[in-house]
């Protein structure tokens, strides 16, 4: 079978206004099945995931933040973003949408969405006792996910230290202890309450065990503690119980040979995606029409630029996947998380269309392309009909029946 290369990202402004016969692009990442539990809060008909960047004064967080934005072609927060100007939505760029949408002749494409919320710089000295800004640590916990912003890129002009690695370090004490300052007032008051409700022994625990690494400055998403003890964690809000994506700000010679800059905070981060960018660069670009911004990324030897694969990495961090919708009126991609059953899927529609779930009509995007359309692909028998227990896979094409 003839396979359609849906990993080419789309370019920076594409990306962000993902407009109907935008070429190019990539979903999530090809291996995107493989890691773990569904996290965070997707719930019905909120399609958006929050993200969060974090970082030090300078280290380019506002001009990431422009770079998605693109100039201004950043779509128009959803009607539950605040009016901050430092949220903004960015599409999910996805080539497997465009093909479908090409094919069905929809009318409308709509890819998924990201949220990004530039929170702001965490102060200086914060970690030598200063606190951390209530507002800043309330931007953290709204997020579904933390991007770390940490900078390599070197410019007397700008003042800041230009080792990532001590970035990350000031970054994580700082929200490692914000923690562990929650967990020990937390600890004390679940003990009181753990002697009259044994059930609450394994919160206790829980709080214990996160306790121990909090206290060693290590944050809770790469520490050992047990997924089960993490789940346990979850009513406790911590900063650093969510999965982390890291970009690193290079400058440009360093972008021709990003690996020793880069090699160092992976190995740091152990597991996180790490994302090597020049954002100033990205910034500019995305501010150029997109035929002189694809000439200004290729004369610079970037390619499509950082911008797609930064998104991807987003979404792959959080376990999201996507199903897709395709047909005359529309072609949509919907985001879900790894693990969800069908229903599940459908509710990511409509309330109702989970409620009333009968069955999943089912066809993988590559084989319902191939067949040319829907209608061809049913009379071939490439539909299949999958049930409540059937768990989608990334990729997947559905039209959910369903009877309230
Ligand atoms: N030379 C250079 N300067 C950068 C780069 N990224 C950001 N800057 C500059 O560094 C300063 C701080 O960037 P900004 O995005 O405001 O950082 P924030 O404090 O994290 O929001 C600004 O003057 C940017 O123009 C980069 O990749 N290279
Ligand atoms: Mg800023």
Redesign the pocket.
Known sequence: MRRYDWTRSLTARECIAGAPGAEGVGGPHPDAETDGPPRGRLIAGATVERFGFV??????????YNALAGGGALAAPYAFATTDPNVGVAKVPDRRLDLLAAMSASARVVPASVQFT?IG?LVEGAASGEGLGNRFLAGIREADAIVF?LRA?R?GD?PGPTDPLEHLRILEVELALADLETVEKQVDRQRRAAKGDRSLAAAVAALEAAQAHLEQGTPIYRSDVPADQRELLTPFFLLTDKPVVAVV???EEQVEDPDPVLAPVIAELDGADVVGM????EAEAALLPPDERSEMLEGLGLGEGALPRFIHAAYHCLGLRTFLTTGEKESRAWTFRAGSTAPECAGRIHTDFQRGFIRAETIHWDVLLEAGSYARARVAGLVRSEGKEYLPVDGDVLEFRFNV
């Open positions: 970082g030090l004064p300078n280290a380019g967080k506002s001009s990431l530039d710089g912003v890129f410019d700008v700000n290079l400058d020049c954002v100033q660069l």
